[in-house]
């Protein structure tokens, strides 16, 4: 399909820590279809997060984007420079973890959500408040006329996400970066959440990338699904045949070590170890330390994502035996 | 659907153990404290000065309080390093006996000040209740008096010259030290640390002395740096206003003010001294900046 | 309101002061009698002088006079000058007031450029020349960078008076320049610490991600966004400097030998002239006070979140 809503090709960022340099993404490559969604998951520090400030031009001082390229409906976006905003204004929205510190305190959520309208699309001062009105209702939010005066702190956390959402779409999006948009909320609220963003997919045919640690939140959601393991994507495939056949012993972990309240009877079991230094990779497939599929040959070199079948892709060196094996760990 | 996954690196909560961690690894903080560039650069200055103030009695060129009127406003040459000053004392001498007064006053004056404010803090931030808002109210009326105001007032009060200086900021300077060790007691208290050191049966002093106060008096120390740069600032403007270390004793402030008169021609009479408190400062700036670093609870 | 609650805690600061001011001076030592007769006052005239100005009474019955006083906008008059402390309080305020005034307005004026240049381009040269300047500026003591302001600017360069109000309008403005300078440079290496540091923690904040992701112009943001949560905390710090400002005038007035409230108050603490020095500090207090409750008023205006607190 031509021009899909956002693609990225062989992203790498590199970050400055102690006087030395390392790759925290690797080659990340993913591709949205406009009105789909793709979700990027992966454990805490993967570089998931980083991937998706790389995209939006967001990096932090140290983090700097050293190869790649980023197009949205066939227009390259710069990755640097003074540039950036200006190319993703109407292009890309993003949404953060925290909406306790994504909103600015000292500002009425009313004129947060009201000024892209009015800055950026340039709409007069009374057409940008009926629309901030708009988007308050959009996404949910009971009373909006009272919210619209009301501050941040004023509100609870689901209510503050959703704010957050709606000032994301204030500036007319195609495609929403989601950085780990229900981590912060309790678990209610997180499905309220998830709806809300299905929702809007549906109806506004927005696409979105889901970035999270949580592989079983993607189910709803996303189409497509990325699996992240040190800067690298380890899997890739659609979500469901992910899910229910997993071709990576990453992505068989992480099903692993999630409890489902509904489903499972038996204890969750956790993925021994934890992610490797940057600095410090492990030798040959980044992994292996931990996996419980290792060999010899895992360590002699690098394992890139080859594909594994119709539409599905994976790092392993073994996916032919995890085929064969057929292992269902998945989730309904 | 509810799921988490168990066992993946989410999550801090180690607040507690870096609290402890402070007080028990004193040997990394050695090890981070040589690496400082800023504490380093400060000791070094600062050395350097304390020195110099040190060694006056030894390399000084001139009794500092010998007049020689035949000698008077000269320029700097090699018989006198720094010039004369309007009565023929030797420039460079008084120099380094008022950095001796100077830097000595600053450095003592301090401690009393340090040791007040933290006793008071700590018991009202330990305490809490109706001696803490005392304690507020108090701090509130203290600092609501104009730094210089109160200072000069007091020494007035008291009586000129060191007497006067000591008293004046033990009675004024306590105050921003018990400010900040009270905020840093009520945070400790608030992490539940104290509550849970006080339900293991230990006594108020114990948890006090070997809890508390170690991670609270950093923040005072660091805040010393600053403050005693702020107490040679006001001894030094005493000087110049005539009112603290009283002549014939040399002093940085003095030497300034004897100078003024002659600004035209003989502009380092008054420059000098007072870019000595400016080095001074810079020292002690510095080190409190690297110290700052240092001691920072990770 | 918040307003409210502001003023009623401001009272007993200022009952404080007062009360601290009174006991204060009744303890320096020396007698206002002797000290206007000197060596030739009989002790009869000075039992008298002393009689006429009160000062035999119990120190009670003294400071509920001066209650009394107080009450009525009277704060005594000068035992040295034999005018109504008030009198001399007036025809010095403005001198004092505009030179903090001016102070103020030059610090601000220095401060939040710097600190901004220094934020945004942090780590790189113009912020490592930025930062040596609270460095340095820290231990400069106020009267000699007057001294050096004087050498090199009035006595070189001949721009500015030596010292002195001047007569006309545009001579007091000329005549403070120098001085107002040299207070706001008292205070400037602190502020541009704490905006800098400020500005830092803010530019790091997810809000600004929120708001540059937006799409907003980098102006945009650095005004509107950054500015406003930025300035908080550096305007309270403001309010306490304005607050040394004012004692600092004591002795920043003598340099530069302008007639205000802190030269006034020099003398009079050598004078032993107890209504005046009370009447001064009790202004100074009360300015101080005044102050703080501004910047505080302020800093609830611009931050929703302490109005509620």
């Known amino acids: ?332 | 659907m509810s799921t988490r996954p168990v066992g993946s690196t989410e999550g801090g909560g180690d607040q507690a153990v870096a609290l402890e961690g402070l007080v028990v690894r004193s040997h990394p903080m050695l090890r981070k404290a040589a690496h400082n560039r800023s504490l380093i650069a400060g000791a070094t200055i600062l050395g350097i000065l304390i020195t110099l103030a040190v060694l006056a009695p030894w390399i000084d060129r001139y009794p500092p309080l010998e007049q020689n009127l035949t000698e008077i406003l000269q320029t700097p040459s090699w018989a006198h390093w720094l010039g004369t000053d309007q009565l023929g004392r030797d420039v460079w001498s008084r120099l380094l006996w008022a950095g001796r007064f100077d830097l000595a006053t600053g450095f003592i004056v301090v401690l009393i000040p340090i040791t007040i404010g933290t006793i008071i803090g700590t018991l009202a931030g330990y305490y809490k209740g109706w001696p803490d808002t005392v304690l507020s109210r108090i701090i509130d009326i203290v600092m609501a008096f104009p730094y210089y105001v109160l200072i000069i007032t007091l020494v007035f009060a008291v009586g000129k010259g060191i007497r006067g200086i000591f008293i004046a900021f033990a009675l004024t300077d306590w105050v921003t030290y018990a400010r900040t060790v009270r905020s840093s007691t009520l945070v400790i208290g608030r992490l539940g640390w104290s509550a849970a050191a006080k339900g293991g049966g230990l006594s108020d002093v114990r948890i006090l002395g070997r809890h508390i106060l170690p991670n609270t008096i950093t923040q005072a120390i660091v805040y010393a740096t600053s403050d005693i740069v702020y107490v040679i600032l006001a001894v030094v403007t005493l000087g110049y206003l005539g009112l603290g270390i009283q002549a014939p004793q040399p002093d940085w402030g003095s030497m300034i003010f004897d100078g003024q008169a002659f600004m035209t021609t003989k502009w380092w009479l008054s420059t000098i001294p007072g870019l000595c408190v400016v080095l001074t400062g810079i020292g002690l700036s510095l080190l409190g900046d690297g110290l700052a670093d240092v001691l920072r609870p990770e | ?309």
């Open chain 1, 1 to 332: 399909m031509s021009n899909p809503a956002l693609q990225v090709e062989g992203l790498v960022v590199e970050i400055m820590r102690d006087r030395e340099r390392f790759r925290a993404v690797d080659g990340v490559s993913l591709t949205v279809e406009l009105g789909k969604s793709i979700g990027l998951v992966g454990e805490s520090g993967c570089g998931k997060s980083l991937t998706l400030r790389a995209i939006m031009g967001l990096l932090p001082e140290r983090a700097v984007v050293s190869a790649g390229r980023v197009t949205a409906a066939g227009a390259d976006l710069p990755l640097a420079g003074k540039r950036v905003a200006a190319a993703r204004r109407g292009r890309l929205g993003m949404i953060f973890q925290d909406p306790g510190t994504a909103l600015d305190p000292v500002m009425t959520c009313g004129y947060q959500i009201a000024e892209a309208p009015r800055r950026v699309l340039g709409m007069s001062r009374s057409r940008a408040d009926a629309r901030a009105l708009e988007l308050l209702r959009l996404v949910g939010i009971p009373d909006a006329e009272r919210r619209m005066r009301s501050y941040p702190h004023e509100l609870s956390g689901g209510t503050r996400q959703r704010v957050m959402i709606a000032i994301a779409l204030s500036s007319e999006p195609k495609v929403l970066l989601c950085d780990e948009p229900t981590t912060a909320l309790d678990v209610t609220i997180q499905a309220q959440i998830l709806r809300l963003l299905v929702d809007l997919q549906e109806e506004m045919g927005l696409s979105i990338v889901f970035v999270t640690h949580e592989l079983a939140l993607v189910g709803e959601l996303c189409q497509d699904v990325r699996v992240m393991y040190a800067g690298r994507l380890v899997e890739s495939g659609r979500t469901a045949d992910v899910l229910a056949r997993p071709l990576h012993p990453y992505t068989i972990g992480l099903l692993r070590s999630a409890v489902d309240l509904d489903v499972d009877v038996s204890a969750p079991v956790p993925i021994p170890g934890s992610l490797p230094d940057p600095l410090n990779r492990p030798a040959g497939c980044a992994f292996h330390p931990r996996c419980f599929l290792a060999r010899p040959g895992c360590e002699t070199a690098d394992v890139p994502l080859a594909p594994a079948g119709e539409g599905r892709a994976s790092a392993c060196l073994y996916v032919d035996e995890l085929v064969k094996e057929g292992l269902e760990v998945g989730v309904p």
């Open chain 3, 1 to 309: 309101m918040y307003v409210i609650r502001r003023l009623v805690q401001a009272i007993p600061v200022v009952l404080g002061i007062t009360i601290i001011t009174f006991f204060l001076l009744r303890l320096i030592p020396g007698d206002p009698a002797m000290t206007l007769l000197g060596n030739r006052g009989t002790p009869e005239q000075i039992a008298l002088l002393r009689a006429r100005w009160g000062l035999n009474e119990p120190i009670w019955i003294q400071f509920w006079l001066f209650l009394k006083q107080l009450a009525h906008g009277d704060t005594g008059a000068s035992l040295f000058y034999q005018v109504p402390t008030r009198t001399l309080i007036a025809s010095r305020i403005g001198v004092t007031m505009s030179l903090v005034a001016f102070a103020t307005v030059f610090s601000i004026l220095i401060t939040v450029p710097l600190a901004t240049i220094a934020a945004i381009r942090k780590d790189r040269a113009a912020d490592q020349v930025i930062r040596a300047v609270p460095l340095v500026g820290l231990g400069m003591p106020s009267f000699w960078v007057g001294l050096v302001l004087i050498l090199v600017f009035a006595v070189n360069l001949g721009w500015f008076p030596v010292g002195g109000w001047g007569d006309t309008i545009p001579e007091h403005i000329y005549g403070l320049i120098l001085p107002a300078l040299t207070s706001a440079l008292a205070i400037v290496p602190l502020l541009i610490r704490s905006l800098r540091v400020g500005m830092l923690e803010v530019l790091q904040a997810d809000y600004i991600a929120t708001a540059r992701s937006k799409g907003l112009r980098e102006l945009r943001v650095l005004l509107v966004h950054v500015a406003r949560n930025a300035i908080i905390p550096t305007l309270t710090l403001l309010g306490i400097n304005i607050a040394f400002l004012i004692g600092a005038t004591v002795v920043v007035e003598r340099v530069f030998q302008l007639n205000g409230l802190g030269s006034l108050m020099l003398s009079a603490i050598s004078n032993r002239d107890f209504p005046v020095v009370q009447g001064v500090t009790f202004v100074f207090a009360l300015s101080v006070v005044i102050i703080n409750l501004v910047t505080d008023l302020t800093a609830a205006r611009l931050d929703p979140r302490i109005r509620l607190s």
